[in-house]
């Protein structure tokens, strides 16, 4: 089950998506979620472990050791990617009305 601490860290990088999107604009949004995902992955090298499962249930197993800290490591370079890149993926996800997106 997800603790407290990690609904509420949930919750606020949520709100910070949303008010960097409406206040700043679509790329400011992609650096929070950025944030977001670089923590997210150290969180899982940190308690080597990373629940697998639907949304809202319990997980169905659990990824440990190696697997979660590689799972983890992933999860820091997407969030690296969309942290320093962020104009790109911008453009990727079709959130970008800039000309030179393809």
Known sequence: MTSTFERVIGFLFF???IAADLLIGHVAAVK????????????????????VGIEGREPS??????????????MLAVGAAMLFRSAGVAC????????LCP
């Open 15 to 17: 709100a910070g998506f």
């Open 32 to 51: 929070v979620m950025g944030l977001a995902c670089a923590v997210c992955g150290i969180s899982w090298m940190w308690r080597k472990s990373v629940g």
């Open 61 to 74: 197993f659990f990824l440990t050791g190696a697997a979660a800290r590689l799972a983890g490591l992933l």
């Open 92 to 99: 990727l996800f079709g959130w970008s009305t800039d000309p």
